[in-house]
């Protein structure tokens, strides 16, 4: 496997052992290349992460291997790292790392992490988002192709509402869009905010996009997953290294490039060059948080207008106030209501 190696990066050098296990046997590529790829990309993939409590997706023995998502931070994480508390859905808690340096990322990656998890909220606020995702996942029959169409209609319908996007790819066949939010809405009302929006996205473009839960409805449609706005469910990080053969990244992309170019053309030998001419171009981000009031206003004429409220949660959620009936519908019992009791 080779001699550990240290790379140095923000003034701390970083240990990386058995530099030369293979990560991808299809590339080759090794240990050592996921940490040159990330070094390369430091300043971007810790803008991403900075202060966000972090689930790291390990690979310890490649993508052939066992993965596994670790929530807590290991016990041996340097002090250097801090953590957060963050609550769980059962309302158990767990205390994540909250990378502060670029350091803390290729600390990561040397325990096996190719994709970084991180919550959409800051370490001194854990309870409120700081970011509106909205995951755009093609459906079997659809393709990336489908998920750009439905990004630069959903683009205009951001615009409208106030809201200004952030486009990257996912990595795999999907966009993923960050809106930059003010900290000041509960998990619960930004998953409303998402719900509204992917249901006019829906609306404006039948047929091809849907916000059904439930497989057996989707059809050959982008989905528009809003429980990815759950508490506890995230999404890969911008320059996160996705587990497929060729070793993909989530990009990062202007909006004028989302209809130019194909998830295949990022990996960990062509970001590196793009970051080194381009940077980060989602640097700005941060320079300013949206108002979501118009998309809740949305969600309650969506509600007032048409009957329509809350949506199923994921299988592990407790039940919710207000949420349908989370059960399949091709299983669902359609049985008469019983007679009330003394009629």
């Not at 052939?64 to 859905?89: H, L, S, V």
């Not at 059904?212 to 409805?217: D, F, G, L, P, T």
């Not at 490039?257 to 053309?265: C, F, K, N, T």
Request: charge should be negative; aromatic fraction near 8%; hydrophobic fraction near 35%.
């Amino acid at each position: 496997m080779g001699e550990a190696m240290e790379l140095q990066i923000g003034g701390r050098a970083v240990r990386v052992s058995n530099p030369d296990k293979v990560y991808f046997p299809d590339a080759g590529f090794r240990k050592i290349d996921i940490a040159r790829y990330f070094e390369a990309v430091a300043p971007g993939a810790l803008r991403a992460l900075r202060d966000r409590p972090t689930t790291l997706q390990r690979f310890v023995d490649g993508i052939g291997g066992e993965a596994f998502y670790q929530k807590r931070a290991p016990r041996d994480m340097p002090d250097w790292i801090p953590t957060a508390r963050i609550a769980f859905p059962s309302g158990r808690f767990a205390d994540e790392m909250c990378p502060t340096e670029e350091a803390a990322v290729l600390w990561a990656v040397n325990r096996g992490c190719l994709t970084f998890h991180p919550w959409p909220v800051r370490r001194e606020d854990t309870d409120h988002p700081d970011e509106l995702r909205i995951d755009l996942d093609p459906q079997p029959g659809t393709d990336f192709s489908d998920a750009v169409r439905a990004a630069l209609e959903l683009r205009g319908l951001l615009e409208e509402l106030g809201l200004h996007g952030w486009p990257k790819t996912s990595g795999g066949r999907g966009l993923h869009i960050f809106v930059p939010i003010q900290p000041r809405w509960t998990f619960t009302e930004v998953r409303r905010a998402v719900i509204a929006i992917g249901r006019e996205l829906e609306r404006r473009m039948p047929g091809r996009v849907t916000t059904a839960w439930w497989k057996e409805q989707r059809g050959e449609r982008i989905f528009v997953d809003y429980n990815q706005m759950a508490r506890d469910r995230t999404i890969a990080s911008a320059y996160s290294v996705r587990p497929f053969p060729n070793a993909p990244v989530s990009a990062p992309l202007h909006w004028d490039e989302v209809d130019q170019v194909r998830p295949d053309l990022f990996d960990i030998t062509t970001m590196p060059a793009r970051y080194a001419e381009l940077g980060d171009v989602h640097a700005e981000m941060d320079a300013k948080r949206h108002d979501i009031t118009a998309a809740l206003a949305l969600a309650d004429a969506h509600e007032n207008d048409h009957g329509l409220g809350d949506m199923p949660y994921p299988p592990e959620y407790p039940k919710m106030p207000g949420e349908p009936k989370r059960v399949q519908p091709s299983r669902a019992r359609h049985d008469p209501e019983p007679e009330p009791k003394g009629k």
